[in-house]
T-cell receptor, first 113, second 115 residues
Framework: GAVVSQHPSWVICKSGTSVKIECRSL??????MFWYRQFPKQSLMLMAT?????????EQGVEKDKFLINHASLTLSTLTVTSAHPEDSSFYIC?????????FGPGTRLTVL | QQQVKQSPQSLIVQKGGISIINCAYE??????FPWYQQFPGKGPALLIA?????SEKKEGRFTISFNKSAKQFSLHIMDSQPGDSATYFC??????????????FGKGTKLSVKP
């Protein structure tokens, strides 16, 4: 199957700082990638759709100015959590479609102190 | 109408037993029903998926049963093993493969298989 990677796998930052998370499709190209957030013992919630060459589309209730998404190439999408606060602490997971199936990355654990 | 309801929240099964997880949906536009397996600290991995034109799909020890009229589908894990201990999510999408990103996930079931 297709492989999606994320970097870093975990990050700890101070409140007020910004954190960038990378999502890469390793063996295929993805014009679209998706970002999810998962709180402890909860399900995955779609945050936004990252589109190569155009603006990301955000789900209702997700602040686009806080969660900046850049789809820099056909294999890379980045999510930047700006001015992070403790309530942004969560598990962030990206995914990309290949052959009609969603492939998920391993996730990034963000802890904001 | 966008909800997918999953039960039970947690499940403990003896090694060699059958694990059964159930999901129900409301939106008749859903056309694709995958199950994902997630280990702690990892992203979800596609386990098995079904479309509503069949009532059952089997892959190894994993079987999906689908009841279109009842709008329910379930995952059966035969001969459950300790290595199957993980959280399982059902999902639904109006697009085959969920390739549009509009996967609606259930709340998950934490399965523990005791040796």
């Amino acid at each position: 199957g297709a492989v999606v990677s994320q970097h870093p796998s975990w990050v700890i930052c101070k409140s007020g700082t910004s954190v960038k998370i990378e999502c890469r499709s390793l063996d295929f190209q993805a014009t679209t990638m998706f970002w999810y957030r998962q709180f402890p013992k909860q399900s995955l919630m779609l945050m936004a759709t990252s589109n190569e060459g155009s603006k990301a589309t955000y789900e209702q209730g997700v602040e686009k100015d806080k969660f900046l998404i850049n789809h820099a190439s056909l294999t890379l999408s980045t999510l930047t959590v700006t001015s992070a606060h403790p309530e942004d602490s969560s598990f962030y997971i990206c995914s990309a479609p290949q052959g009609g199936t969603q492939y998920f990355g391993p996730g990034t654990r963000l802890t904001v102190l | 109408q966008q909800q997918v309801k999953q039960s039970p929240q947690s499940l403990i099964v003896q090694k060699g037993g059958i694990s059964i997880i159930n999901c129900a949906y409301e939106n008749t536009a859903f056309d694709y029903f995958p199950w994902y397996q997630q280990f702690p600290g990892k992203g979800p991995a596609l386990l098995i998926a079904i479309r509503p034109d069949v009532s059952e799909k089997k892959e190894g020890r994993f079987t999906i049963s689908f009841n279109k009229s009842a709008k329910q589908f379930s995952l059966h894990i035969m001969d459950s093993q300790p290595g199957d201990s993980a959280t399982y999510f059902c999902a639904a999408s109006p697009n085959y493969g969920g390739s549009q990103g509009n996967l609606i996930f259930g709340k998950g079931t934490k399965l523990s298989v005791k040796p």
